[in-house]
């Protein structure tokens, strides 16, 4: 069965610290994504990761993969409250094209 | 347009009822996916449409569910004889082939 587990899923945090959400993968896949959802909106990719110690940075966040361990990252650095919101990881199969999801991390950024 | 756009954006409907949601995907785009989201919870894929390939039908959860799509524009999800438990966000996406998926804002749908 494809499944996807992300922890936590619910982090509530203070402005300026740091911290990683995790997500553990079932079966061997060739691309790993992470979304973020903010209330009431739709998905927007953030980043995708093709390979083993695949490392990618946007600003606060930072994503990276581990596919040997069927594990990938999103590390938070120095929160700001405009992170607030749910973050997706989803992957597919090697040469598959439909995403799995994991359940998502609603974090909440606290002044 | 630029992005994905889905309608309509909120639908509330009778149990019993069949109901119509609409995609039009990223112009170009050649694959087009169906995803359902309950409430507080991910993403389930539905369906799948590559090119002329056929339908990757695997994620309907029942017959009651079925989708098409001219070519590679519009697609249409419908469902039939909806039940209280299809209460979701439908959230269609596209992408080009085996790349990053945009979804388009999704359509807010409850069966009463």
């Known amino acids: 069965e494809l499944k996807v587990e992300q922890n936590p899923l619910f982090l509530s945090m203070q402005e300026g610290k740091n911290y990683t959400i995790y997500c553990n993968y079932s079966?061997?896949?060739?691309?790993l994504y992470w979304y973020r959802q903010d209330p009431g909106k739709s998905l927007e990719s953030l980043f995708v990761?093709?390979?083993?110690?695949a490392v990618k940075q946007e600003g606060r966040l930072m994503a990276s993969l581990d596919t040997k361990a069927r594990l990938s990252t999103l590390h938070i650095t120095a929160a700001v409250h405009d992170l607030s919101a749910t973050y997706f990881c989803?992957?597919?199969?090697?040469?598959?094209?439909?995403?799995?999801f994991g359940e998502g991390t609603q974090l909440t950024v606290n002044p | 347009g630029a992005g994905v756009s889905q309608s309509p954006s909120n639908k509330v409907t009778e149990k019993g009822k069949d109901v119509e949601l609409r995609c039009d995907p990223i112009?170009?785009?050649?694959?087009l996916y169906w995803y359902r989201q309950r409430l507080g919870q991910g993403l389930e894929f539905l369906i799948y449409?590559?090119?002329?390939?056929?339908?990757?039908k695997s994620g309907l959860p029942s017959d009651r569910f079925s989708a098409e799509r001219t070519g590679e524009s519009v697609s249409t999800l419908t469902i039939q004889r909806t039940q209280q438990e299809d209460s979701a966000v439908y959230l269609c996406?596209?992408?080009?082939?085996?790349?990053?998926?945009?979804f388009g804002p999704g359509t807010r749908l409850l069966v009463l």
């Open positions: 079966t061997t896949s060739d691309r």
């Open positions: 989803a992957f597919t199969e090697t040469s598959g094209s439909r995403l799995t």
């Open positions: 112009s170009g785009h050649t694959a």
């Open positions: 990761l093709l390979s083993n110690g």
């Open positions: 996406a596209s992408s080009l082939m085996f790349r990053t998926q945009y």
């Open positions: 449409f590559q090119g002329n390939s056929a339908p990757d």
